[in-house]
């Protein structure tokens, strides 16, 4: 036997605008009636490689090529975290190919690019966003990732990320996935930040923010432990693959001992 209003009493509010309808919210909204309750639709990303080096995953690879593995890294973030990615090839580098790539992407919420957003001569993803539209943020102090860029396309907004793997999948953690949460009409769009200590020392030298691929290890007592996934190259992307944190070593330390205290972002929650 139970008492009427035990678990929910008359008036009590169930769900909140910016809630995500967990299994057992959904339960709840059943039990007071509800059938039907309005909701945020999944925002679509379009996710567009560049680079005339790049190739799609099949085939045999001639000499100078690399398989794009970064659409798929980044698409099946976006699908994690709750949005509709859609794939759209490789533009290679010339103005206007990465036009008309660009032209068709921006039926979407948010475009992805990755590549063609550093220095060199055929990077032109910052090019065509000044032309077609507007360029809000060049460049980050980050590693790996400082080569970013964020803009608007034809009242689309594009987040254009590096080309080495790691790089794109570390920034697209970092301003990818709150923006996508926030379409999804969350309130907390904060990552899950939790103390560690390491047990190796590190050198970052070069006055950047370091976002270190660890694996994150319970301790007897009590505080986890960060240690590395393995080399921290930006196109390694075995240690992304194996890392479920990212450690936060700040700008100011160029070296720090095994055993210091440091923030790690969590990237299995």
């Known amino acids: ?80 975290w709750g949005a509709e990615a859609r794939l759209h090839g490789i533009a290679r580098d010339t103005v206007e190919h990465l036009t008309a790539h660009l032209r068709e992407a921006r039926e979407a919420d948010l475009i992805v690019t990755s590549g063609g957003v550093s220095l060199g001569d055929f990077d032109f993803v910052k090019d065509v966003l000044r032309a077609e539209g507007e360029v809000n943020i060049w460049q980050v102090r980050m590693k790996p990732g400082k080569p970013l860029a964020f803009g608007v396309l034809g009242g689309t907004p594009l987040l ?50 370091h976002f270190m691929r660890v694996i994150l290890e319970p301790h007897p007592d009590g505080v986890l432990r960060a240690r590395t996934a393995g080399e921290q190259g930006a196109g390694v992307l075995s240690s992304l693959a194996a890392a479920n944190a990212l450690l936060v070593v700040p700008e100011t330390l160029e070296q720090v001992e095994a055993g210091t205290r440091l923030q790690a972002i969590r990237l299995d929650w």
């Open 1 to 80: 036997m139970r008492e009427a209003g035990e678990d929910i009493a008359p008036g009590a509010e169930v769900a909140s605008a910016g809630q995500p309808l967990t299994p057992a919210r959904l339960g709840l909204l059943a039990s007071v009636g509800v059938v039907d309750a309005p909701v945020h639709r999944r925002p679509v990303v379009s996710i567009l490689s560049t680079g005339n080096e790049v190739m799609p995953p099949g085939g045999t690879l001639s000499s100078g090529k690399i398989r794009d593995s970064n659409a798929y890294v980044l698409a099946a973030m976006a699908q994690a």
């Open 160 to 209: 254009g990320l590096p080309g080495n793997p790691v790089a794109a999948g570390v920034s697209f953690v970092l301003f990818g996935r709150p923006a996508i949460l926030r379409m999804l009409g969350h309130r907390d769009v904060a990552p899950a930040v939790v103390d560690a200590l390491t047990t190796d020392p590190i050198d970052n030298r070069g006055q950047r923010r």
